[in-house]
Protein backbone atom coordinates (compact mmCIF):
# COMPACT_ATOMS: atom_id res chain seq x y z
CA UNK A 1 0.00 0.00 0.00
CA UNK A 2 2.86 2.44 0.21
CA UNK A 3 2.97 3.16 -3.17
CA UNK A 4 -0.07 3.87 -3.56
CA UNK A 5 -0.31 5.98 -0.43
CA UNK A 6 2.36 7.84 -1.85
CA UNK A 7 0.37 8.42 -5.20
CA UNK A 8 -1.93 9.93 -3.72
CA UNK A 9 -0.03 12.37 -1.32
CA UNK A 10 2.10 13.18 -3.95
CA UNK A 11 -0.93 14.37 -6.16
CA UNK A 12 -2.29 16.04 -3.13
CA UNK A 13 1.12 18.25 -2.71
CA UNK A 14 0.55 19.25 -6.60
CA UNK A 15 -2.80 20.83 -5.85
CA UNK A 16 -1.07 22.54 -2.94
CA UNK A 17 1.58 23.82 -5.05
CA UNK A 18 -1.80 24.68 -7.65
CA UNK A 19 -2.94 27.18 -4.44
CA UNK A 20 0.88 27.90 -3.57
CA UNK A 21 0.85 26.30 -0.28
CA UNK A 22 4.79 26.03 0.26
CA UNK A 23 4.35 24.47 3.62
CA UNK A 24 1.88 22.32 2.70
CA UNK A 25 3.98 21.12 -0.45
CA UNK A 26 7.10 20.45 1.56
CA UNK A 27 4.91 18.37 3.96
CA UNK A 28 3.12 16.36 1.74
CA UNK A 29 6.27 15.60 -0.30
CA UNK A 30 7.61 14.83 3.43
CA UNK A 31 5.32 12.19 3.35
CA UNK A 32 5.39 10.86 -0.14
CA UNK A 33 9.62 10.92 0.15
CA UNK A 34 9.26 8.73 2.91
CA UNK A 35 6.54 5.99 1.64
CA UNK A 36 8.18 5.75 -1.23
CA UNK A 37 12.39 6.53 -0.58
CA UNK A 38 13.72 4.52 -3.24
CA UNK A 39 11.72 6.56 -5.77
CA UNK A 40 14.45 9.79 -7.07
CA UNK A 41 11.65 11.46 -8.84
CA UNK A 42 9.67 12.11 -5.50
CA UNK A 43 12.86 13.56 -3.99
CA UNK A 44 13.83 15.43 -7.15
CA UNK A 45 10.76 17.36 -7.81
CA UNK A 46 10.65 18.03 -4.08
CA UNK A 47 13.71 19.90 -4.07
CA UNK A 48 12.83 21.63 -7.68
CA UNK A 49 9.52 22.88 -5.61
CA UNK A 50 11.60 24.42 -2.47
CA UNK A 51 15.05 26.01 -4.16
CA UNK A 52 13.26 26.87 -7.64
CA UNK A 53 8.92 27.81 -7.15
CA UNK A 54 8.62 28.90 -3.34
CA UNK A 55 11.95 30.84 -3.74
CA UNK A 56 11.29 32.68 -6.36
CA UNK A 57 7.85 33.42 -5.21
CA UNK A 58 8.97 34.88 -2.03
CA UNK A 59 12.34 36.44 -3.79
CA UNK A 60 9.69 38.27 -6.06
CA UNK A 61 6.33 38.90 -4.05
CA UNK A 62 5.58 42.44 -3.99
CA UNK A 63 3.50 41.58 -1.05
CA UNK A 64 6.14 40.79 1.62
CA UNK A 65 8.43 42.93 2.85
CA UNK A 66 11.67 43.62 0.85
CA UNK A 67 13.68 43.15 3.85
CA UNK A 68 12.34 39.62 4.78
CA UNK A 69 12.25 38.29 1.09
CA UNK A 70 16.06 37.49 0.53
CA UNK A 71 16.25 35.67 3.94
CA UNK A 72 12.95 33.38 3.09
CA UNK A 73 14.81 32.85 -0.69
CA UNK A 74 17.67 31.63 1.22
CA UNK A 75 15.74 29.47 3.50
CA UNK A 76 14.15 27.02 0.58
CA UNK A 77 16.91 27.31 -1.35
CA UNK A 78 18.71 25.51 1.51
CA UNK A 79 15.61 23.04 2.12
CA UNK A 80 15.89 22.25 -1.49
CA UNK A 81 19.94 21.25 -0.70
CA UNK A 82 18.88 19.41 2.31
CA UNK A 83 15.86 17.24 0.70
CA UNK A 84 18.56 16.19 -1.80
CA UNK A 85 20.86 15.35 0.46
CA UNK A 86 18.39 13.34 2.21
CA UNK A 87 17.56 11.85 -1.02
CA UNK A 88 21.13 10.36 -1.97
CA UNK A 89 21.41 8.65 1.30
CA UNK A 90 18.57 6.59 0.14
CA UNK A 91 19.85 6.98 -3.80
CA UNK A 92 23.55 7.61 -3.75
CA UNK A 93 23.94 6.56 -7.21
CA UNK A 94 21.21 8.91 -8.33
CA UNK A 95 22.32 10.86 -11.24
CA UNK A 96 19.13 12.93 -11.31
CA UNK A 97 19.02 13.79 -7.61
CA UNK A 98 23.23 14.62 -7.99
CA UNK A 99 22.62 16.41 -10.89
CA UNK A 100 19.56 18.79 -9.47
CA UNK A 101 21.73 19.22 -6.59
CA UNK A 102 24.45 20.43 -9.01
CA UNK A 103 21.98 23.06 -10.76
CA UNK A 104 21.03 24.66 -7.05
CA UNK A 105 24.45 25.27 -6.36
CA UNK A 106 25.32 26.94 -9.85
CA UNK A 107 22.21 28.62 -10.24
CA UNK A 108 20.43 29.65 -6.67
CA UNK A 109 23.10 29.36 -3.97
CA UNK A 110 25.60 30.28 -6.54
CA UNK A 111 28.59 27.70 -5.36
CA UNK A 112 30.44 27.00 -8.07
CA UNK A 113 33.14 24.35 -6.42
CA UNK A 114 29.97 22.88 -4.65
CA UNK A 115 27.69 22.19 -7.97
CA UNK A 116 31.02 21.29 -10.04
CA UNK A 117 31.71 18.42 -7.36
CA UNK A 118 27.45 17.76 -7.84
CA UNK A 119 27.84 17.23 -11.09
CA UNK A 120 31.08 15.12 -11.32
CA UNK A 121 28.80 12.54 -8.89
CA UNK A 122 26.36 12.86 -11.70
CA UNK A 123 28.42 11.94 -14.48
CA UNK A 124 29.77 8.62 -12.63
CA UNK A 125 26.29 7.10 -13.63
CA UNK A 126 24.66 9.36 -15.81
CA UNK A 127 25.29 11.25 -18.86
CA UNK A 128 28.69 12.70 -20.04
CA UNK A 129 27.74 16.64 -20.32
CA UNK A 130 27.54 16.76 -16.39
CA UNK A 131 31.44 16.55 -17.04
CA UNK A 132 31.55 19.88 -19.29
CA UNK A 133 28.76 21.35 -16.98
CA UNK A 134 31.40 20.50 -14.21
CA UNK A 135 33.89 22.14 -15.96
CA UNK A 136 31.86 25.11 -16.77
CA UNK A 137 31.32 25.59 -12.90
CA UNK A 138 35.16 25.15 -12.00
CA UNK A 139 35.87 27.83 -14.25
CA UNK A 140 33.66 30.68 -12.21
CA UNK A 141 35.50 29.73 -8.90
CA UNK A 142 38.22 31.83 -8.24
CA UNK A 143 41.36 29.87 -7.55
CA UNK A 144 43.82 28.04 -10.05
CA UNK A 145 43.33 24.97 -8.27
CA UNK A 146 39.93 25.02 -9.77
CA UNK A 147 40.69 26.54 -13.25
CA UNK A 148 42.67 23.58 -13.23
CA UNK A 149 40.13 21.09 -13.01
CA UNK A 150 38.17 22.63 -15.53
CA UNK A 151 40.68 22.49 -18.17
CA UNK A 152 40.81 18.91 -18.73
CA UNK A 153 37.16 17.86 -19.36
CA UNK A 154 36.61 21.00 -21.54
CA UNK A 155 39.89 19.89 -23.45
CA UNK A 156 38.52 16.01 -23.83
CA UNK A 157 35.05 17.54 -25.17
CA UNK A 158 36.93 19.69 -27.81
CA UNK A 159 39.25 16.80 -28.61
CA UNK A 160 36.19 14.56 -29.14
CA UNK A 161 34.77 16.99 -31.41
CA UNK A 162 31.92 18.97 -29.25
CA UNK A 163 34.18 22.17 -30.37
CA UNK A 164 30.92 24.41 -29.20
CA UNK A 165 31.42 28.11 -28.59
CA UNK A 166 31.00 27.44 -24.76
CA UNK A 167 33.96 24.70 -24.90
CA UNK A 168 36.37 27.01 -26.93
CA UNK A 169 35.54 30.25 -24.99
CA UNK A 170 36.19 28.12 -21.70
CA UNK A 171 39.38 26.64 -23.18
CA UNK A 172 40.75 30.25 -24.20
CA UNK A 173 40.10 31.43 -21.22
CA UNK A 174 41.50 29.00 -18.96
CA UNK A 175 45.15 29.25 -21.38
CA UNK A 176 45.41 32.87 -20.12
CA UNK A 177 44.40 32.19 -16.84
CA UNK A 178 46.93 29.65 -16.81
CA UNK A 179 49.48 31.16 -18.60
CA UNK A 180 49.41 27.90 -20.91
CA UNK A 181 52.50 27.20 -22.95
CA UNK A 182 51.72 26.94 -26.54
CA UNK A 183 51.54 23.67 -27.70
CA UNK A 184 49.10 23.12 -24.81
CA UNK A 185 46.49 25.72 -26.20
CA UNK A 186 44.21 25.10 -28.93
CA UNK A 187 43.90 26.77 -32.62
CA UNK A 188 43.03 30.27 -32.23
CA UNK A 189 39.21 30.62 -33.54
CA UNK A 190 39.69 31.60 -37.05
CA UNK A 191 41.74 28.89 -38.03
CA UNK A 192 39.08 26.20 -36.77
CA UNK A 193 35.81 25.05 -38.60
CA UNK A 194 32.76 26.10 -37.70
CA UNK A 195 31.68 24.86 -34.43
CA UNK A 196 28.90 22.30 -34.35
CA UNK A 197 25.19 22.98 -32.24
CA UNK A 198 25.53 21.84 -28.89
CA UNK A 199 23.16 18.83 -28.07
CA UNK A 200 20.07 19.44 -25.78
CA UNK A 201 21.01 20.65 -22.28
CA UNK A 202 19.55 19.37 -18.74
CA UNK A 203 16.44 21.63 -17.23
Do not use: C
Not at 176 to 197: T, V, Y
Amino acid sequence: MRSLVASITYMQAYLAFEDVLWAKVDRLFQLTTRLQPRTDAYWDEASWHMAFNAASHYLYNPEIPSFTRGELYHQHVQRGIQILQDGLRYNPRSAKLWGRLGDIYARRSREPVKAAQAYLHAAETGPAFYRRLAAYQYLQAGDAGSWRKSHQPLRQAYESGQKFPSVIDGLKELERRLDLPPAQRIPEASSQPPAALPGPQPR
